[in-house]
């Protein structure tokens, strides 16, 4: 079946630092849609950016993302990490017109310090 | 503006009782609707998902079932509780297409004792 593997469980950096979370999947469609969800504490989780088409950087509230279909990554990016920033980052994948769900990953946990 | 509303907000059960929560979608007809499982500090597990009143499709049981009575609900139950049932109960909702967004409610925090 579908997966979707982010190898970092726990991602610590200070401020102003950039911060990269890693996202590879695995599915045997060749279209598929790719997310990037985060979780503040107590909450429920919230979009962040999404994308379907190869080798296009999308952006959102400073963070970014290029699906790479050739590696199957999806990888996020910033910058400069802020304080409200800490978080937890999951990684999902859809696959097909039925909307069947998201598949998502074990989710690194992002915490910024001062 | 579509709004999704879960219910209860919190639970503490005894082991062996019966659940019922509920998820309610405004401002948009047919969604597809979704139930998650979040186990503390876990990842987020589908159950079940919707695409038409009447119609669910199971995708991990956990002993639980649910049900669509009609459009704009989700229910999901269950007739004996375990100790691992225990998480945050999250209901989604998206338009048709696997590239749609998928909205969260603010979900429910189940406590099995």
């Known amino acids: 079946g579908d997966s979707v593997t982010q190898t970092e469980g726990l991602v610590t950096l200070t401020e102003g630092l950039p911060v990269m979370l890693n996202c590879t999947y695995q599915t045997i469609y060749s279209n598929p849609f790719l997310f990037w969800y985060v979780q503040h504490l107590n909450e429920s989780p919230r979009l962040l950016l999404k994308s379907f088409t190869d080798n296009k950087r999308t952006e959102h509230q400073g963070f970014h993302a290029t699906l790479h279909k050739s590696s199957s990554s999806f990888h996020l990016q910033k910058s400069s990490a802020q304080l409200s920033d800490s978080a937890l980052y999951y990684c999902a994948l859809s696959v097909n017109n039925y909307a069947q769900g998201l598949t998502f990953g074990l989710g690194t946990r992002v915490s910024v310090f001062p | 503006a579509q709004t999704i509303h879960q219910w209860p907000v919190a639970e503490i059960k005894a082991v062996g009782s019966p659940l019922s929560l509920g998820c309610t979608i405004k401002?948009?007809?047919?969604?597809?609707l979704y139930w998650y499982w979040q186990a503390t500090g876990g990842t987020l597990q589908q159950l079940f998902y919707?695409?038409?009143?009447?119609?669910v499709e199971s995708v991990v049981q956990l002993n639980l079932s649910a049900s669509r009575p009609k459009d704009d609900q989700f229910i999901l139950s269950t007739e004996k509780l375990l100790l691992s049932h225990s998480g945050f109960y999250l209901c989604?909702?998206?338009?048709?297409?696997?590239?749609?967004?998928?909205?969260f409610g603010s979900g429910t925090r189940l406590l099995v004792i």
């Open positions: 919707s695409i038409t009143v009447g119609q």
């Open positions: 989604a909702w998206s338009l048709e297409g696997g590239g749609s967004d998928y909205t």
């Open positions: 401002g948009k007809s047919s969604p597809n």
